[in-house]
């Protein structure tokens, strides 16, 4: 668990400061560039509270992927509803929006906090937990174009959807690296076109 939740109004909003804080902090500057009392200072929050919420600095990195993982999804809530090919296209155009703003293309903050923690044996089976929750969503939607005869039989859903999770992750990082959209909008339509080559005429 992700520290102890908020049991008020006026807890709550101290909680998700620091949470907020600490997401901001540790996108920019990493887990290991991130203090507790930097956290604090950004956040507003004295000491007291935050080790009222959170017990030490792991259970706040973990609430902080809980928290990229809430806004991920939140830029493209497409993902919760995909019924047809169509949505899956649409879900595809709202990760490129995302990167295609004048602040883009935008570091996966999941990506950045593997890229640091992927070898921490305590942190990287919770960002696999937030990967596969993510990706959890594709798959079911994939399911559901199996059941409506869109997607063939034979057809593994998990598979696909790892697939890609796969591009996408790896578009988001070359894309990154090099200032280039084109990394991130290949890498979607290859995706695309790996899954609707599964697909039932």
Known sequence: MSGQPAKTPRGRLTRDAIVDAAAELMYVNGVAGTSVDKVLAASGAGKSQMYHYFKNKDELVEAVIARFLEKILGNQPTIFELEDWAD?????????????????????????????LGDDPKM?????????????????GLKTLRERGKLADDADPGRLAQAAMACVQGGLLMANVRHDITPIADALEIALEHLKRHARP
Do not use: M
Request: with cysteine; proline share 9%; hydrophobic share 35%.
């Open 124 to 140: 990287a089976p919770l960002l696999d937990k937030a990967y596969r929750e993510w990706e959890s969503h594709l798959e079911r």
């Open 88 to 116: 899956f296209d649409q879900w595809a155009s709202e990760i490129l929006a995302v990167q295609t703003t004048p602040q883009g293309p935008i570091a996966c903050p999941l990506g950045n906090l593997t890229g640091e």
